[in-house]
């Protein structure tokens, strides 16, 4: 059985001496038979991240990325740049980019497929809204945004992670429950296993108000192989004790 995965996505928080003060508490704690375990952190501190965290069991990535290659888009970052940095993981179409930026799932695809030919395991969110989830749109709209990243990138599809993150649980506080986590996560590994045959090296994470008390019953699902953490993953303690969770 392949070891669950627990990433940190800070969003846009920190500080040079606040990050440097929370992975040192992080590391302190990490056991060598810990999950694997990754912090996604805004893109200025990535330099950072790869002067502390180089040899650590713990890895690192970002939290976007262009879907150009280079050239004359002012502000935006490229995967290329990202490998610069030695990131591991690249969190793309996050619900917050959705939302606020018009992100869609032509462009979530073909940033997948940048971050894909950089050697960057890119982590795809898709989730339904509360009115979708109201409406009985639940699999629809999930399966609608993990086909766009299938189509666009072939037989590279089992190099992805996915993380189901339900945009009414992000950030609200409300979780969904391990039964509905483990129905969407069924249904995206039916999804995952007819595109490909090596399907059963995604992971597939669930992301949305994840903390230290309900992580172990979610974590305990047969297709939940891991978090993406938001909030809770600000706190070293919190984010330990998620990591003790998928560790057993
Ligand atoms: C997230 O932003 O990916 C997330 C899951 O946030 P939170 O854990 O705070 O709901």
């Known amino acids: 059985m392949k070891s669950k995965l627990i990433v940190g996505n800070w969003k846009m928080n920190g500080g040079l001496q606040a990050n440097s003060d929370l992975l040192l508490a992080i590391q302190s704690g990490m056991s060598e ?5 990754a912090v996604c952190v805004p893109l200025p501190y990535l330099a950072q991240m790869q002067t502390l965290l180089q040899g650590s ?30 990131v591991r993981y690249c969190i793309v179409g996050h619900s917050e980019r959705r939302h606020y930026h018009g992100e869609s799932d032509a462009l979530v695809a073909s940033k997948v497929q940048c ?28 399966k609608r945004q993990l086909a766009a990243v299938i189509h666009a990138n ?36 039916q999804q995952l296993q007819a595109a490909s045959s090596q399907a059963e090296r995604i992971a597939i994470l669930y992301g949305g108000s994840m903390n230290a008390e309900n992580a172990s019953s979610l974590l305990a699902q047969p297709d939940v192989d891991g978090g993406l953490i938001g909030g809770a993953a600000l706190s070293a303690n919190d984010f330990l004790t998620i990591m003790a969770s998928a560790s057993r």
């Open 33 to 37: 038979t810990s999950c694997r375990a």
């Open 154 to 189: 072939g037989h590279c599809i089992s190099e992805i992670v996915v993380a189901y993150e339900p945009v009414w649980a992000i950030g609200t506080g409300l979780t969904a429950s391990p039964e509905q986590a483990q129905d969407v996560h069924a249904l995206l590994r």
């Open 115 to 142: 971050v894909l030919s950089a050697g960057i395991t890119p982590i795809v969110c898709v989730g339904e809204s509360q009115t979708e989830r109201a409406a009985g749109q639940t699999e629809a709209v999930v």
């Open 57 to 86: 069991a713990l890895a690192w990535g970002a939290q976007d990325v262009s879907a150009h290659q280079s050239g004359a888009y002012t502000g935006e970052v490229s995967a290329s740049m990202l490998r610069d940095f030695a």
